[in-house]
């Protein structure tokens, strides 16, 4: 089946400085990948959309400065987190469609990022 | 909106009992749903989807989920709980900008 493979897996940053997450899609192309957030024992929350060629869409209240994203190829998102703080601390998790009706995605194995 | 909400932050049972994880769904169009569940410190695998073809859909490692649109439910099943089944299970809806909406999640314990 699909594949979505997320780089690093795990992530300890100090903060003020920046981290980039990436996320391929690896046996088929992705116009377009989502990203979520995930904190301790709580759902994923969507933070945006990532649209192949063209600017991302956000969320509500997601920061599109702070969470700077590039979805440069159709088989590669990625996620920069801008001058991190400890509150950025999560799990990042991202996601592909995989059929054209879109009722299927594949979740990446998600990201640690941790700040200190 | 599109919207599920799952009963049960946390829901315990025997190992070989039946797993019952309660989800109720709000739309307004007929939904797809899904079940995802996700191990520890892992990403999310996909357990089954209802995209409207029948209502009893079954998934993988013996899940199984009734669309019951008199009730707006998508309950998921398990005849016999497995110690391997112990994970966060999420209920999800494709909403219409096909945004995969997450409920809060359930955790599932087993009990020896």
């Known amino acids: 089946g699909a594949v979505v493979s997320q780089h690093p897996s795990w992530v300890i940053c100090k903060s003020g400085t920046s981290v980039k997450i990436e996320c391929r899609s690896l046996?088929?192309?992705?116009?377009?990948m989502f990203w979520y957030r995930q904190f301790p024992k709580q759902s994923l929350m969507l933070m945006a959309t990532?649209?192949?060629?063209?600017?991302?869409?956000?969320e509500q209240g997601v920061e599109k400065d702070k969470f700077l994203i590039n979805h440069a190829s159709l088989t590669l998102s990625t996620l920069t987190v801008t001058s991190a703080h400890p509150e950025d601390s999560s799990f990042y998790i991202c996601?592909?469609?995989?059929?054209?009706?879109?009722?299927?995605?594949?979740f990446g194995p998600g990201t640690r990022l941790t700040v200190t | 909106a599109q919207s599920v909400t799952q009963l049960g932050s946390h829901v315990s049972v025997s190992e070989g009992a039946l797993v019952l994880l309660r989800c109720n769904y709000s739309?307004?169009?007929?939904?797809?749903l899904f079940w995802y569940v996700q191990y520890p410190n892992q990403g999310l695998q996909l357990l089954l989807k209802?995209?409207?073809?029948?209502?009893l859909v079954k998934g993988i490692n013996g899940f199984e989920a009734e669309f019951k649109k008199s009730e707006t439910s998508f309950h998921l099943t398990k005849p016999s709980a497995h110690m391997s089944d112990a994970a966060e299970y999420f209920c999800?809806?494709?909403?219409?900008?096909?945004?995969?909406?997450f409920g809060k999640g359930t955790r599932l314990h087993i009990l020896p």
């Open positions: 996601s592909a469609p995989w059929d054209r009706e879109w009722n299927e995605q594949y």
């Open positions: 046996d088929f192309q992705a116009t377009t």
């Open positions: 990532s649209n192949e060629g063209s600017k991302a869409t956000y």
């Open positions: 739309s307004s169009v007929p939904p797809y």
């Open positions: 209802y995209t409207s073809a029948a209502t």
């Open positions: 999800a809806v494709l909403n219409r900008d096909d945004k995969i909406i």
